[in-house]
């Protein structure tokens, strides 16, 4: 089965800082893709990448950037976090037209 | 932690009983479409896929209908556990481009004993 793994599940970081949220997957899949998960309004798309130094923006790409140095690792950082990007982030790649999802990582930011 | 499902109409069912998840989707040029199953704490996880020359096809205790012609997608799940208590979303995909899909707001389903 194929993999996707997200660093964290749970992670609490204050007003400012530089977040780094971390995803691996372990299939050689070309497409990874970043979604915040919050109450309402469904997954929304951040960024996503379909090759190695790829990347393309999603729906809502203000406040995020990401970074793909490798094929199986796709990393979304914020710049300087701010209260109104705690949310469910979810992390997920594909080869064909179905989606792998990570376990998602809980940011809150105080 | 807040629940994903807090703010979705809930579909609540006896066990026992058959389940039904509508969707409708917003893109007639969508050609695949997909369910999704999520419980809390997890990510979402694939249950059953469809492409548009299709209008049914049935999985392990689940079927997938399509209705193109009102674009309308249903999830049904047959003799529904308490397992499958969860929040379901429904992805349409459009063909081309990369690879991207579009998700729906999702269901929660709640199974009662």
């Known amino acids: 089965d194929v993999k996707v793994t997200q660093s964290s599940r749970y992670l609490v970081k204050r007003t400012g800082e530089k977040v780094f949220l971390e995803c691996v997957q372990d299939?050689?899949?070309?497409?990874m893709f970043w979604y915040r998960q919050d109450p309402g309004l469904g997954l929304r798309l951040i960024y996503f990448s379909y090759d190695v130094k790829m990347k393309e923006k999603g729906d809502i790409p203000e406040g995020y950037s990401v970074s793909r140095e490798k094929k199986e690792r796709f990393s979304l950082i914020l710049e300087s976090a701010s209260t109104n990007q705690t949310s469910m982030y979810l992390c997920?790649?594909?080869?064909?037209?179905?989606?792998?999802f990570g376990s998602g990582t809980r940011l809150t930011v105080v | 932690g807040e629940s994903v499902g807090l703010h979705l109409p809930t579909l609540s069912v006896q066990e026992g009983d058959n389940s039904i998840i509508n969707c409708a989707y917003s893109n007639s040029a969508s050609d695949y479409f997909i369910w999704y199953k999520q419980e809390s704490g997890k990510g979402p996880q694939f249950i059953i896929d469809?492409?548009?020359?299709?209008d049914k096809r049935q999985g392990q205790r689940v079927t997938v209908l399509l209705n193109k012609t009102v674009k309308h997608l249903s999830l049904q799940i047959a003799a529904t556990q308490p397992g499958d208590s969860a929040v379901y979303f429904c992805?349409?995909?459009?063909?081309?481009?990369?690879?991207?899909?579009?998700f729906g707001a999702g269901t929660r389903l709640a199974v009662h004993p």
């Open positions: 299939m050689d899949h070309e497409n």
């Open positions: 997920a790649s594909s080869l064909d037209r179905g989606y792998t």
């Open positions: 469809i492409r548009s020359n299709m």
């Open positions: 992805a349409e995909n459009l063909s081309g481009g990369y690879n991207k899909l579009i």
